[in-house]
């Protein structure tokens, strides 16, 4: 039987690896190894973050990704169509991402590192594509700036003092 800690977890996140990198710094007497752990954390209902981890072996890095990613969480807008609510543009360095709103059956049409965000994210109906560095890190990073930025019509309607049919037009 399981313990009902492990149970919560796995009830409250799912997690996905991303990327593990192996790292060598030259030293004075040879080589150290280490690893770094790239790992997107979501609950697939509009909360989503991201972890970077180093130790000396894989499983540690993944255990400290995995702690900094829920750290980390945000809140994502979603549709009702299982979408976001307009299109935008997240950027992270020199990786760019562009998101487009997408109707109901088209999937989420995204590259691997985008592709990770957006399922643990929750989203259902999105396209994506992946402009100027193709760097994992990087191009998750730009992924959930993007959906950091994007704001429900509802909260902009509130800012703009309009009804949420206006601002839809």
């Known amino acids: 039987m399981k313990s009902k800690r ?24 040879g ?16 909360h989503v973050g991201v972890g970077v981890g180093k130790a000396a072996e894989i499983p540690e890095a993944i255990r400290k ?17 299982g979408s976001v609510p307009y299109g935008y543009t997240g950027k992270f360095g020199s990786a760019e991402v562009l998101l487009k709103t997408a109707p109901e059956g088209t999937g989420i049409i995204a590259g691997g590192p985008a592709r990770s965000v957006l399922d643990l994210a929750g989203y259902r109906n999105i396209r994506t594509k992946s402009l ?5 890190q990087n191009v998750v990073l730009a992924t959930l700036e993007g959906l950091r930025a994007i ?6 309607a509130k800012l703009r003092g309009k009804t949420v049919a206006e601002i839809l037009k």
């Open 6 to 29: 492990v149970d919560e977890r796995q009830d409250e996140f799912d997690d996905n690896v991303v990327a593990i990198k192996r790292v060598t710094k030259v030293v004075k007497g």
């Open 31 to 46: 080589r150290n190894m280490r690893f770094a752990a790239l790992i997107v954390v979501g609950d697939r209902k509009g």
């Open 65 to 81: 990704a995995r702690e900094e990613a829920k750290k980390k969480l945000i809140t994502v807008p979603i549709n009702e169509a």
């Open 132 to 136: 100027g560095s193709k760097n994992k």
């Open 151 to 156: 704001r429900d019509p509802e909260k902009i």
